[in-house]
């Protein structure tokens, strides 16, 4: 919402500060990374399922965990990094287990902490399915780009990223 689109007799508590309204440049490429970042996810979802029979969630848990030493990670972790709750991820993690993709074993160092492992069949599935999404991920997000805005993209998504993760 910018300023303009508030009503005239809207009302903000006294004690309030003043918002920092979006202008209309920054309202505008707010509404565009919604938009592309809706479509974007769910295109890459669908080449996903339709493609390798597994969702984006699932196919972000299997590469997390090929990436980690001896493919295992605590839970923790590994919902940390996939950006999602814990619980969201149990549900993850449990079609994936339905399918022979990953395990979950008893950490040995703490036993209240739960691995994740990846299974054989999970990094077949991986290296089966990575070329479709990479490709998929080329199309929608690079081959629009020239190097420069590939270059100014990145350093964008890695000042947001750091200013989300100090906060």
């Known amino acids: 919402m910018t300023a303009a689109e508030l009503p005239d007799d809207a009302q903000l508590p006294d004690e309030a500060p003043a918002p920092r309204w979006l202008d209309a440049d920054e309202q505008a490429t707010w509404r565009d990374y919604l938009d592309v970042m809706r479509r974007l996810m ?40 996939v950006v999602n709750s814990r619980s969201r991820l149990t549900h993850t993690v449990g079609r994936l287990e339905e399918r022979g993709f990953v395990i979950r074993e008893e950490c040995r160092d703490d036993r209240r902490g739960i691995l994740c492992v990846l299974q054989e069949e999970g990094f077949a599935a991986l290296v089966e399915a990575a070329p479709g999404h990479v490709e998929a991920v080329r199309r929608a997000v690079f081959d629009p780009l020239d190097g420069g805005d590939v270059t100014a993209l990145g350093v964008a998504m890695r000042k947001v990223r750091a200013t989300l993760r100090d906060t």
Do not use: F, H, I, K
């Open 42 to 81: 769910e295109r890459l979802n669908r080449q996903l399922v339709d493609e390798a029979g597994m969702s984006l969630a699932e196919y972000e848990v299997l590469v997390q965990l090929s990436e980690s030493p001896q493919r295992r990670l605590r839970m923790s972790e590994l919902a940390d990094l």
